[in-house]
């Protein structure tokens, strides 16, 4: 059956089996997924990693009882339902349950279907209090998020709304994109606009690395696996347990490695180097795996393997390179130059209409981070044309200047539109027919 509410479930806190028994019958025959702990300090721990949708608690427990586990819940989140069951003569203290922020109540003997009914309209609540929440969260992450993947394109806008769509997911991210459009950004925004990471961001760059070095960085090694290893060493992988790993160039490992990850992935668990295979550490993290090329392409080529490419690609965000959104450059150089005016101490250099011409006409081969290069010469007075493609601008036809300008403006109304053609054309004053036509032309459809 499938569950009433999916992702939330009932953590029932019950020392009597029978009772137990029934409870987590009842709420499971009516689909409702039951954690179910003897204790409240058992509850607590629990509770410290996996926050459910309801709690479900006995008054009388062992220790701890359901009073305490309730006021200790309250203070860990006011909005967590916690529904008490009492036996015969305890309505004082229901009574007293209410006014410290019980749900409600199950008194002694009750009807399975009368606790269901209970849970599930707690369970609504929750799922109501939990949507609130991560739409609050989502309007303050969006202008983070533009403060961080600037860029008023059609193409940034997607790149920003797929981060804000996947940010609270349990899934595996896959970024592709080249050199230097800001892979390893997005992942940061992944990690840090998710309520669920809340450990440690581990980015590590597989290019250009050996296997043996490939392999100690991500699963660590016990004291004495090899000559140097005097004591034991956390790798990447258990070091982002409860957080995020960020494997950049992912398409440079070798076949073994290859291999090596996809078992984690499948699995959750690794082996550190030199345990003999005597102990498995579970470890439960995100993975945000980067690649400047085609993972498929390069799989049919037998360079990277088929399994792992469908694996890591569960989602994909794809970052367009900066000569795909020009219409972006005046917004991201001029953040560029104050920054580097700051950081270098200099005064900040104008930007002419001549100066923002040859920007807009540039290829831009290392993308965002070659423009903030460019940014830094410019503070620093030297020719920003020495790290850049080389293309001269001035060698532009008039219908190539024509064309750069026409885009800029048809992106920069389109976005102003929510991208509704019909309003776009008609700000632009051109006819629809003719302005879907110029939108497939620079690749704005």
Known sequence: MKPEKPGLSVLLVEDDLNISRGCRQAM??????????????????????????????DLRLPRMDGMDLLRWVYKLDPDLPVIIITGHGDITLAVEAMRCGAYDFMEKPFLPSALVDVV???LEKRELVLE????????????DLENRLIGHSLLMAKVRKSILNVADAAI????????????????RCLHDFSSARQQNFVPLNCGGMADSLLDNELFGHESGAFTDAKQRRIGKIEYANG???FLDEVETMSTHMQIKLLRFLEERVIERLGSNGCKEISVSCRVVAAAKGDLKELSG??????????????????????????????????????????????????????????????????NVRELRNAADCNVLGIDYETITSGKDSTSLSLAQDVDNYERLRISIELTKQDG????TAEALQVARTTLHDKLKKYGLI
Request: glycine residues 8%.
């Open 28 to 57: 499971e025959l009516a689909g409702i997924p039951v954690k179910e702990v003897t204790t409240g300090e058992d509850a607590q721990r629990r509770l410290q990693t996996d926050c459910p949708g309801v709690v479900v608690s």
């Open 243 to 245: 957080g995020t790993l």
């Open 120 to 122: 599930r309209r707690a």
């Open 132 to 143: 609130v929440e991560s739409l609050r969260r989502r309007l303050d992450h969006r202008d």
């Open 172 to 187: 595996d991210v896959l970024i592709v994109g080249e050199t230097g459009t800001g892979k390893e950004m997005v992942a």
């Open 420 to 423: 509704n053609i019909g309003r």
């Open 301 to 366: 080529e037998g360079k990277f393997r088929l399994d792992l490419y469908f694996r890591l690609n569960r989602v994909r965000i794809e970052l367009p390179a900066l000569r795909e959104r020009r219409e972006d450059i005046p917004e991201l150089y001029d953040k560029f130059l104050l920054q580097a005016a700051k950081r270098h101490n200099r005064p900040l250099p104008p930007l002419t209409p001549e100066h923002l011409r040859q920007l807009m006409a540039l290829d831009w081969p290392g």
